[in-house]
């Protein structure tokens, strides 16, 4: 079993930034991928990044390119999703996720590959 909280969440306004970060306990992560989804007001789940935790290889949405950074910090167990030049259209939960995988898996992004998932936080970005 792995455990997952996610934090960092807030209200912040159009081209801000926050750090949300995804504390991780009960296994050791080094086969494990993370990802970060994220789900708006009435819509799906959708991915926005993932991580392969020993490789440290990342994927990034297309949405989110160039905006957001995924990483993690081996001796905290924490994955962080840093969001910088934030715009309205990112208002939603955001939900850490985690998988077994093989050493360099990438490719999760559909919600039904994971097998953990945290309780989520809530990113509101104002106009």
């Known amino acids: 079993q792995v455990q997952l909280v996610e934090s960092g969440g807030g209200l912040v306004q159009a081209g801000g930034s926050l750090r949300l970060s995804c504390a991780a306990s009960?296994?050791?992560?080094?086969?494990?991928?993370m990802g970060w989804f994220r789900q708006g007001p009435g819509k799906e789940r959708e991915f926005v990044a993932v991580?392969?935790?020993?490789?440290?290889?990342?994927l990034d949405a297309d949405s989110v390119k160039g905006r957001f950074t995924i990483s993690r910090d081996n001796a905290k167990n924490t994955v962080y999703l840093q969001m910088n030049s934030l715009k309205p259209e990112d208002t939603a939960v955001y939900y850490c996720?985690?998988?077994?995988?093989?050493?360099?898996?990438?490719?999760?992004?559909?919600?039904?590959?994971?097998?953990?998932w945290g309780q989520g936080t809530q990113v509101t970005v104002s106009s």
């Open positions: 991580i392969n935790w020993s490789a440290g290889t990342t």
């Open positions: 009960g296994r050791t992560l080094s086969r494990y991928a």
């Open positions: 996720a985690a998988r077994p995988t093989m050493p360099y898996g990438l490719g999760y992004t559909q919600p039904r590959e994971y097998d953990y």
